[in-house]
């Protein structure tokens, strides 16, 4: 079965860095899709980052673009997300997650991941 293990949330202040990493276990293809989500208290879960294994295009939120930057490591079956300038509206639980489709229409939306890891709280205290 695949499985998302998420971990490096934590408590940061404003202005300060993050690195959120995702382990991904139990698939057996070159193709995939990976993203961070995250979910505010009260809010819809947003794309934050997502990377396309085919041709290693990027997607960023406006929000964090120049900011955060998302990579893998095949090597360890890993998708990191590295957070600087942290600002207090990026407080949320952020989700990694997974597609292993060939195709997908976009890697932007939630609805085109099937596999989600457990999530984790990052604060950004101002």
């Known amino acids: 079965d695949v499985q998302l293990q998420a971990s490096g949330g934590g408590l940061v202040q404003a202005g300060g860095s993050l690195r959120l990493s995702c382990a991904v276990s139990?698939?057996?293809?070159?193709?995939?899709?990976l993203g961070w989500f995250r979910q505010a208290p009260g809010k819809g879960r947003e794309g934050v980052a997502c990377v396309k294994s085919s041709d290693g295009s990027a997607w960023y939120a406006d929000s964090v673009k120049g900011r955060f930057t998302i990579s893998t490591d095949d090597a360890r079956n890993t998708v990191y997300l590295q957070m600087a300038s942290l600002k207090p509206v990026d407080t949320a639980v952020y989700y990694c997650a997974a597609d292993f489709r060939a195709i997908v229409t976009t890697i932007r939306q939630p609805i085109t991941y099937d596999y989600w890891g457990q999530g984790t709280l990052v604060t950004v205290s101002s």
């Open positions: 139990g698939f057996t293809t070159d193709e995939y899709s």
